[in-house]
């Protein structure tokens, strides 16, 4: 079953559809081609500039639990062996701390759907009842409905294909690498810098099965993340020890 058969995904998608179709439309003249990519990446800078707010907690959250990673530390160094009474001092120290574990999660959360609209926008032939024109949008020659492991699969890899989805894994692992050096958590249990580090790496893997428009959209989102944490850094003080 198509997920965007259901009544409320067919008119988000219909509606992400037009707003890409209209911003294409209106870049077209000074942009020719790129028209639709830039109107992808115009959509992304839009969403994380109204995420902002969510970043700024986020950044608070960060620098409150890099406070408490010695202290988590210790926790696990004491209680490796009961799982559960480590689980519940952990909650306690949180608790007691008036930090949130999950604080700052809100840019991942929203983004979900943005992306599965936009691979859903790339993937239908049609839209609402009517041709999506979006599939015939390209970026330097490769369509941007295509994905590489799609274009691997169907055994049509070209040059222009490569190079491009190259370009965009490429951008999105540098700048992984980047924030995972920038803001590595000291002194935190070995298992948490493990899950952080891969996750920095997980969304390259997921530009190779997306749409090219949604690698678009990913590539924004961690530059802009990386730059937003950067002066966020330095605009939001140490939380006190």
Known sequence: MDPFSLPPLAAALDAVASILAALTAALAPALGDLAAA????????????ALIPA??????????????APRLRELQRQHRADRERLQRETLKLYRDENVSPTAGCLPILVQVPIVGLLYGAFIHPSIAGHA????????AGVPLGSSLAGTLA????????????G???????????LTRRLFRVR???AAVAGLLGAAQFATAVVAAFVPLAAGLYLVVTVAW?????LVLRHLIPAAPA
């Open 38 to 49: 830039a109107s992808v990446i115009l959509i992304t800078v839009l969403v994380r500039a």
């Open 55 to 68: 970043g700024v907690a986020q950044a608070r959250a960060d620098r409150a639990r890099a406070r408490l």
């Open 132 to 139: 999506n024109a979006l599939l015939a949008q390209t970026l």
């Open 154 to 165: 169907a055994g049509s890899l070209t040059l222009e294909t490569a190079l491009v989805f």
């Open 167 to 177: 370009a965009v894994i490429a951008v999105i692992a540098v700048v992984g690498e």
């Open 187 to 189: 002194d935190a249990p």
């Open 225 to 229: 993340s990386l730059a937003q944490r």
